[in-house]
């Protein structure tokens, strides 16, 4: 391959993806590697793979593996700093030097312990603040982009009623902005075994499959919300009943509908 | 996003952050850490399916961020891109058992076209990525899964699902046709 004869998009995307077999992935690196615009390209492709992480469900790591990160890094630093002198010749020491350097390097070594120690706390207690900061900023543009969509005139209410696969007396009431796509909701419905979960359907007008609008198990007076693609045309919304998690297409009967 | 109007956004960059990390900023990876933890551990988690190894992935991932940060740099595209191709890289090697796969990709330049520094950008993405996933034909998305989760080459995603491998082919890129419209 050579400039005149550059790599295929889909090409590219494969390679991204990882679904070329070795041979053709080496050949499409050893182009990209002297090819400038295959190589933009392919940074192109790269981060639009990227994005599929984001399909796994979304889960945060026990809060062990940070602390051993930075016991990690901690041990590092200790270790790090020391340094061998090769090649200097030995002169033998005084032996009453032991008697004054012995003590004096314990004392230093306690005081370096107590000093570590005291940085350690306060470096935790800096993270810890920070993160305290960081999460109630997420809480306040999370509560503004709800008061947005709840006072704004276009948000639209509908009342989703019990099917006759659902529970009687059941229903749910969902507020809709189909500009900011954001959906939210309350549910009067009963409780589920284990493993098993509500999910919230936007059904679209269009025909395609209806939107995920999220997962939720009804607990007292507490309200959901959701993020759809925005501006999409909803003709109903509706409720199943899924293994927990959720699903990405409904597999559950209609429990509760409402809508247009 | 909704954003507070006629306040600037005071959040450090990734790049600002990595700067820090140079300096050997604890805080500083501890806030990079922050950031992409959950997305780089559900990724690889998902791919695994061992919470034990998904850690350790990630313990190791942003070590290498503060060993290594001096080597990043913006020409190398997005911090948030080449994290989460890193991770997904060393989670395809292990299930695959392949020892360098990972470590060649890691060089790449990965230009991400979306924002991923605030939790609620992540939080808005992973509905749009799911909702396009989900409004996929069934073979589509089983292909695009196959690939990216699963690390199977376009032959063996072939022979699993039992179609010709320019169907195969065919679905994945009009799968990511898809993808990338609602992207941009």
């Not at chain 2, 959040?11 to 900023?25: A, H, I, N, P």
């Not at chain 2, 058992?97 to 330049?109: F, I, P, V």
Request: hydrophobic share 40%; aromatic share 6%; glycine share 8%.
């Amino acid at each position: 391959m050579n400039e005149s004869s550059h790599i295929s998009g889909e090409k590219l995307e494969l390679y991204a993806l990882g679904a070329l077999p070795e041979t053709e992935a080496s050949a499409v690196k050893a182009h990209a590697a002297g090819c400038a615009e295959c190589a933009a390209k392919l940074a192109e492709a790269l981060g639009d793979v990227a994005v599929l992480a984001l399909a796994a469900e979304q889960e945060a790591p026990p809060a062990r593996v940070k602390e051993k990160l930075f016991v990690r890094i901690a041990a590092e630093r200790t270790t790090g700093g020391q340094r061998k002198i090769v090649g200097e010749p030995k002169r033998p020491r005084p032996i009453w030097w032991n008697w004054v350097l012995v003590p004096a390097t314990a004392v230093l070594a306690i005081f370096c312990v107590g000093l570590y120690r005291e940085n350690r706390t306060l470096t935790g207690e800096l993270q810890e603040a920070r993160r305290m900061a960081a999460s109630f900023e997420r809480e306040r543009l999370h509560v503004m982009g709800l008061v947005n969509a709840l006072s704004a005139k276009d948000t639209e209410t509908i009342r989703l009623a019990s099917t006759k696969d659902g529970f009687p007396g059941s229903g749910a009431l969902v507020r809709y902005n189909k500009r900011l796509g954001k959906v939210i909701y309350s549910a009067d419905l009963p409780e589920l075994p284990p493993g098993r979960v509500y999910q919230m359907w936007l059904v679209p007008t269009s025909g395609e499959a209806p939107i995920s609008a999220g997962t939720f198990t009804p607990d007292g007076s507490k309200t959901w919300d959701a993020q759809v693609p925005a501006n999409s045309e909803a003709k109903a919304f509706a409720v199943t009943v899924e293994p927990q998690g959720g699903v990405p297409k409904a597999t559950g009967k209609i429990i509760l509908l409402g809508g247009g | 996003m909704v954003k507070p109007e006629g306040k600037p956004d005071t959040r450090e960059t990734d790049w600002s952050l990595l700067e820090r990390v140079t300096r050997k900023d604890e805080a500083a990876l501890s806030e990079l850490y922050d950031r992409y933890c959950g997305l780089v551990y559900s990724e690889v988690k998902r791919i695994l399916r061992d919470t034990g190894a998904a850690e350790e992935i990630l313990q190791d991932l942003f070590y290498q961020v503060w060993r290594t940060a001096d080597r990043f740099d913006a020409n190398r595209g997005s911090f948030a891109g080449w994290v989460l191709v890193a991770a997904r890289n060393r989670a395809i090697s292990k299930l695959r058992k392949k020892g360098d796969k990972g470590e060649e990709l890691e060089n790449d330049k990965v230009d991400l076209k979306v924002n991923l520094e605030t939790s609620t950008q992540q939080s808005l993405l992973v509905q749009k990525i799911r909702a396009v996933l989900g409004s996929l034909p069934e073979g589509q998305r089983e292909a695009l899964e196959c690939a990216y989760f699963e690390g199977m080459t376009h032959t063996e995603i072939a022979e699993k699902t039992g179609q010709p491998l320019g169907t195969v082919k065919t679905r994945i890129r009009m799968a990511m046709e898809t993808l990338k419209k609602v992207l941009s």
